[in-house]
């Protein structure tokens, strides 16, 4: 969990499309920004101050996606055309056709090794494609309706595809079977992405709502309604602690989603906003939309340093495993309950919510110097120095579980301050509504004694 700093900025703008800008896509260097068009034009924005923009042109219809491949020296796009393109993002230009599908495609995105492309189409089919043999490998057909997007998973061994038959459909890529189906939605799906560890899928539609699935429970555990229109392009954080959305009531918007709460509207288009993607570190993201323009903006909203997390991430001796797939279920088509927009929280005795949080904050620092003495053999009181014989990895996770403690620390004494207030505020409602009752009382006495006068009169 990072700390809250100050509002994300708008540091850029690009100007060189003639029409919508309906896709962007971070480099993973984190120096290069491509986006395509409505105009049939790919182009790569060099972040650097003065470098030259590239103008890649080679569609002949809107171009719909694009993607870095995870090494950054391949560029992929997909267009209404029909085709898919692969590109050399270099001056020259260069790029090897695909010609996908019988319909305009809408989606294009590399596996996580860079050795496959999936494709999602309007001839209802998801397709796998081999990137260096640059031929076809096989096509998914249970969709009745065009397939708007499709993602491979971080692991590569789930796709998940979505469309304007408003489902989310789950496929294994070794079976190339449909696994799951998700129906519980209002209005065709625009978009869906796995988050980085690949234990939840998001999905967004035209009914103005984003859901996030957790696919070893196969739980709903957010929904949001958040815009006033359908929502086109949404993007995870790296830490996948916030997610952007892009719109078409013109507006960006920011949702925290440990909180799960809205945090951020921004605006800056004029018109519909199309697509939205955060950098591989999660320290700017991009924005376009119908105006033609390009919005690059710094995150600023989250201090930690992701990129040093996601690189103590893959070192980690334990990571939590990706689910498995037969963990997935049901392999049926089901509808899930309805879940409700609001949350209504009744509140009965003061006394039960008093939580104590001062002790599990002490625990914590028992707990944190306990971590320290019992792996390194001394008193955390004593010299650090007599640790300097412990091997790079070993202090590296124990520096990681002491930042995860404080961390902790610092939780718990929010959450102890916020129950306080809590406490505080009920108080208030209960002596507010004690007071109604008393006066309620009293205003129904008088009319009774009154009337036994009357009739002894």
Known sequence: MASVLEDPALERHFRGHRDAVTCANFSPNNKQLATGSADTNVMIWNLSPKARAFRFVGHKDAVTGVEFSP?????????????????????????????????????????QDGQQLVTASDDKSVKVWAVHRQRFLYSLNQHTNWVRCARFSPDGRLIASCGDDKTVQLWDTATRQRINI????????????????????????????????DLRTNKLLQHYQVHSAMINAFSFHPS???????????????????????????????????TVSFSRVGSLFASGGSDAQVLMWRTNFDAFSYKEMLKRHSQRVNPEPPPHLA???????????????SIEVTLLLPSLIRIRTSFIAKYVHTYKEFVLEDAL???????????????????????????QLDILTQAVSLLEERLTLTEDKLKECLDAQAHMVLQVQQAGEGPMESGSQDSSA
């Open 71 to 111: 090494s950054g020296e391949l560029l992929v796009s997909s267009s209404r055309d029909k085709t898919v393109r692969l590109w050399t993002p270099t001056i020259k230009g260069e790029s090897v056709l695909f010609r996908a599908h019988t319909a305009a495609v809408r989606s294009v995105s590399f596996s």
């Open 182 to 213: 998700f129906t519980d939605y209002g209005g065709c799906q625009t978009a869906v992405e796995f988050n980085s560890s690949g234990t939840c899928i998001a999905s967004s539609g035209t009914d103005n709502t984003l859901k996030i699935w």
């Open 240 to 274: 996948c602690n916030f997610i952007i959305t892009a719109s078409s009531d013109s507006t960006v918007k920011v949702l925290d989603l440990l909180e799960g709460r809205l945090i951020y509207t921004l605006h800056g288009h004029k018109g519909s906003v199309l």
């Open 327 to 341: 963990d997935i279920y049901p392999r049926g088509p089901h509808l899930h309950s309805a879940q409700s927009s």
């Open 377 to 403: 053999g001394y008193s955390v009181a004593s010299s650090p120095e007599q640790s300097s014989g412990l091997p790079l990895t070993i202090s590296s996770t124990l520096e990681h579980i002491v930042r």
